[in-house]
């Protein structure tokens, strides 16, 4: 009679919880099973992840600027530009553009990849002389990679 009441008690708390009935075995009683899942099932929020561009991490220093971006395919970098203060990573359809505050050396600039990870690091061009006719233009290119 105690395992009766222990056995509805149990149930309804199941079923409270889980909003669904809890099965029985062939005795009437409460069958419990454990499955072990190797890989997580798929939710809403995952999707959404995997289908936004690649999340981006930007640490400015006294001498460049590094560029941390996560998600990029070693097979698919992008073309990374400089023009007017802005670096624009081109991934062929979707550009991700970074204000760079100084003049960039698109010559000392690199990118390199890493188990999904870019780094790129944008570094500031040396201060030149008044008589050096390029000191009022900002540094165009293509950063390469390393």
Same mark, same amino acid.
């Given at each position: 009679?105690?395992?009766?009441?222990? %056995?509805?008690?149990?149930?309804?708390?199941?079923?409270?919880?889980?909003?669904?009935?809890?099965?029985?075995?062939?005795?009437? @009683?409460?069958?419990?099973?454990? @499955? =072990?899942? =190797?890989?997580?099932? !798929? $939710?809403? @929020?995952? %999707?959404?992840?995997?289908?936004?561009? !690649?999340?981006?991490?930007?640490?400015?220093?006294?001498?460049?600027?590094?560029?941390?971006? +996560?998600?990029?395919?070693? =097979?698919?970098?992008?073309?990374? @530009?400089?023009?007017?203060?802005?670096? $624009?990573?081109?991934?062929?359809?979707?550009?991700?553009?970074? +204000?760079?505050?100084?003049? *960039? %050396?698109? %010559?000392?600039?690199? =990118?390199?990849?890493?188990?999904?990870?870019?780094?790129?690091? *944008?570094?500031?061009?040396?201060?030149?002389?008044?008589? +050096?006719?390029?000191? +009022?233009?900002?540094?165009?290119? $293509?950063?390469?990679?390393?």
């Amino acid at each position: 009679m105690i395992e009766d009441e222990f %056995d509805k008690i149990v149930r309804q708390m199941f079923e409270h919880f889980f909003g669904t009935t809890m099965p029985k075995g062939t005795e009437g @009683r409460a069958v419990f099973e454990y @499955r =072990a899942m =190797a890989v997580p099932q !798929p $939710t809403p @929020r995952m %999707d959404e992840r995997d289908s936004a561009q !690649p999340e981006a991490e930007r640490i400015d220093l006294d001498d460049r600027v590094v560029i941390v971006v +996560d998600g990029v395919e070693d =097979a698919h970098r992008p073309e990374i @530009r400089v023009k007017g203060g802005k670096v $624009t990573l081109d991934f062929g359809g979707q550009d991700m553009v970074f +204000d760079i505050p100084f003049s *960039v %050396d698109v %010559d000392q600039s690199y =990118a390199t990849v890493r188990n999904g990870v870019l780094e790129l690091n *944008v570094v500031k061009s040396e201060e030149r002389g008044q008589d +050096d006719s390029h000191s +009022d233009t900002e540094e165009e290119g $293509t950063i390469g990679y390393r």
